[in-house]
């Protein structure tokens, strides 16, 4: 089963600050990992290909040091990667993020399956995955927390997360899974693999290697940019209510009737 | 501030690299539920496995990492830093694997060393008794041959992954009027007919390890289970202890670390008297002294283990005092971690008491620190009469 991932570097949000008179994140000192929910896409990945063969090719669009994140990802047991980088990709919305992956994958020659994760944790759309999925008119199981793979393979169980629970889904390959972070636990890396990941020589592809028409790429393919960015202030007020417990209870009643909350 | 620059290779890099990241992401957040429930941790080992840990000492040809003394004791520094119950599995494995590399025939090592290295199988090592410990000429398991086979019998006991393991080296008595040159090794397969197991030991520390009694009753093994040449059985224990040993110290400084890193991270937010208790000369002296010793044990493990990869001959000297050293250190370091944090230390709230309680079988197996200082006395002696 040959098979894609598609991964994004981001920063570790658990350490980000932000600049907050610049309404920028501070990037210094903060490092960079997978996106987390990837690392289960790239675990769903390598655990078919072990049970199936095949090849996974893990591919990101980033700038140079996003090869760092596909490194980790070869360490882990990835067979292959390429990276997407070029100066005409910069500030890329999610429209011409999935066109770039689209000329991508193309060019590496169409996979049985592709995988996302379910979301970025630093853009947060949710849309690479589906809008890859339609640009191949491929099917898109979002939020994937379960795969059973049956039929030698052919056929694919999928227990997806919704509001009220869990749909069972049945999908024939191809198809593309973004993979929720329930759906298993990633490996540790191997000794083995992270010593042929230090050695792997990483394709890097511009937009001419991948035939992409520069007026669909980065911010010249992107409707939407980042007009700023902020962080929210939450103001929150403070009063302590006085009096007896009933007083209290009648001061409170009658602040949240004011507040129209009951 | 700057670290001792150990001039660690690529290769030794990446694996102090992968082994703190399985310490932190792997074992930490489980160490105390293995701790207090006494489970074994076979999660981990598939970790373990999956990593290509029970390979680094194994060659390549036998599907190791080729790694040699130096680099298992970088692992085995960092997976300790975590839990020495959990690295007490993984190192046994070794000690049990380490005969069969040492001594075992082609045919032996090709049937063996690729399951030890995937991590398929666990090994582990069988030499004491209930009245043969330090004194492990005076063991009575025996072994007597019989047609196309062995004959084992007797009992062993305390053995590491007893019952969780598969591949067991057994010394037993062949020829007991030869006295230690009366002993040979074996390899004991679980499943081996008169094989068994006793209950899992209750242990002050390492409690996720598991200590049982082997049994051999008629234990009935294939010829081709001897392992090096009869009467062998004592210098394949010594040569394998020898080869082990610095790992048991490596393991001492990984334990320190972290006892003294929990001790550290607590007295810079504990305020007594107004201010943090490391502003305290009290406390400081305290954490001076471990810092201190923690790098001494470490520069000396790794320089023992650097120079027993040259190959030399004679190693019991260097891998006695590696291991007398670290891990009598981490008994102190462990204790004055605890005392550093006071009451918090006490309690199993913090890491510090389990560190403490697992700091002290360091100091107990692959012979009790008391043995370590007669082999190197010993030593001393024969290099000072050839001297004279």
Redesign the interface.
């Known amino acids: 089963m040959d098979i894609v991932v598609c991964i994004k570097q981001v920063p570790d949000t658990a350490t980000v600050r932000f600049d907050k008179e610049k309404g920028t994140i501070i990037r210094e000192g903060v490092q960079s990992i997978i996106n987390p929910p990837d690392l289960h896409a790239l675990e769903a990945g390598l655990s078919l290909r072990d049970q199936f063969g095949g090849k996974v090719t893990v591919l990101t669009m980033g700038p140079p040091q996003a090869e760092s994140a596909l490194r980790d990802a070869l360490s882990l047991g990835a067979d292959e990667a390429v990276l997407l980088s070029d100066r005409a990709f910069a500030a890329a919305d999610t429209l011409a993020t999935t066109y770039t992956l689209l000329k991508a994958i193309q060019k590496i020659g169409l996979p049985e399956l592709i995988l996302c994760g379910t979301h970025a944790i630093d853009g947060d759309t949710a849309q690479v995955g589906p809008g890859l999925a339609a640009r191949l008119g491929w099917p898109s199981i979002t939020q994937v927390a379960g795969i059973e793979a049956v039929e030698d393979g052919a056929k694919l169980l999928l227990k997806r997360l919704i509001d009220q629970g869990y749909e069972m889904v049945e999908a024939e390959l191809p198809v593309l899974l973004t993979c929720h972070k329930t759906l298993n636990t990633p490996r540790v890396p191997s000794l083995k693999a992270k010593m042929r990941a230090k050695k792997a020589q990483i394709p890097v592809w511009s937009h001419e290697d991948i035939g992409a028409e520069p007026d669909k790429i980065g911010i010249s393919g992107s409707p939407t940019w980042v007009d700023s960015t902020f962080v929210p202030a939450f103001e929150a007020k403070k009063e302590m209510l006085q009096g007896s417990p009933e007083e209290q209870v009648d001061a409170l009643i009658k602040r949240l009737k004011e507040s129209g909350l009951i | 501030m700057a670290e001792v620059n150990y001039f660690l290779n ?2 030794q890099q ?2 102090v ?2 082994t703190r ?2 310490a932190r ?2 074992i930490i957040p489980v160490r105390a539920r293995l701790d207090e429930q006494e489970e074994f941790p076979w999660d981990l080992v598939k ?1 373990f496995a ?4 029970f390979g ?1 000492f194994i060659p390549e040809e036998f599907g190791g ?1 080729g790694g040699g003394c130096f680099e298992m004791c970088l692992a085995l520094e960092q997976l300790a830093y975590g839990c020495v119950g959990v690295t007490t599995t993984y190192a046994a494995s070794a000690l049990g694997g380490y005969p069969i590399l040492l001594f075992g025939t082609d045919e032996q090592k090709k049937r063996y060393l690729p399951d030890i290295a995937a991590g398929k199988k666990l090994a582990a090592f069988g030499l004491t008794e209930s009245g043969a410990g330090s004194d492990a000429a005076a063991i009575q398991t025996t072994a007597v041959e019989e047609g196309d086979y062995w004959v084992l019998n007797g009992s062993k006991q305390w053995i590491t992954s007893g019952g969780e393991a598969e591949i067991y080296t057994i010394i037993a008595m062949t020829d007991r009027h030869k006295g230690p040159r009366g002993a040979s090794a074996f390899i004991v397969e679980k499943g081996d007919p008169g094989f068994s197991f006793g209950k899992k030991e209750k242990k002050m520390g390492i409690r996720s390890s598991s200590t049982t009694e082997l049994f051999l009753d008629n234990c009935k093994i294939p010829k081709d289970r001897l392992l090096g040449r009869r009467g062998m059985g004592f210098i394949i224990a010594m040569r394998t202890l020898d080869q082990a040993r610095p790992g048991i110290g490596a393991m001492g400084v990984g334990l320190a670390q972290a006892a003294m890193d929990e001790a550290i991270k607590f007295a810079r937010h504990r305020i007594q008297f107004g201010q943090p208790v490391i502003a305290f000369q009290a406390i400081q002296h305290m954490l001076a002294d471990m810092a201190t010793e923690i790098e001494a044990a470490r520069a000396l493990v790794y320089a023992i283990a650097r120079t027993i990869d040259t190959g030399i001959k004679d190693m019991a000297k260097l891998s006695a005092m590696a291991k007398l050293f670290a891990t009598d250190m981490a008994m102190k370091v462990t204790t004055d971690a605890v005392q550093v944090m006071g009451g918090h230390g006490y309690m199993a709230d913090y890491p510090v008491e389990k560190m403490m309680r697992d700091a002290k079988i360091l100091q107990i197996y692959e012979g009790t620190n008391q043995i370590q200082r007669n082999v190197i006395g010993q030593a001393l002696n024969k290099e000072y009469a050839k001297k004279a």
């Open positions: 690529e290769e990446m694996i690299e992968l990241q399985i992401e792997k970790d999956q990593a290509d840990l680094l990492f």
